[in-house]
């Protein structure tokens, strides 16, 4: 039987189902563009999966795309920080468990 997955994962993950007897895995390395393509869509599955179970394992598992993110777009945690901040700053942060049903606007 063979499954498809055709989804970015982690660094050893080939190495470990090809250490389990019956099991090959085949994959290939992307190019720096798919592998951005791929970091983008990693970190939705993440999200999705940590909202699923709402676990540790999960939080860390958005948090290591995140950190990679980061890291190929040189973003330092510092910037990121910074920025958190100064949006926090300006328009507060999600404490206060505001919930915005609707705006009207007078024309």
Known sequence: MKYEYNKLVRDK???NI???QG??????ILDEQEYLQEL???IIEEANEFIEVHSIEELADLMEVIFTIMKKRNISIEEVENARKAKNN????FEERVYLIDVEENN
């Open 13 to 15: 993950i080939p190495q």
């Open 90 to 93: 300006k328009k507060g942060a």
């Open 40 to 42: 983008d869509k990693k």
């Open 23 to 28: 099991k090959k895995c085949n994959y290939k």
């Open 18 to 20: 090809n250490s389990i």
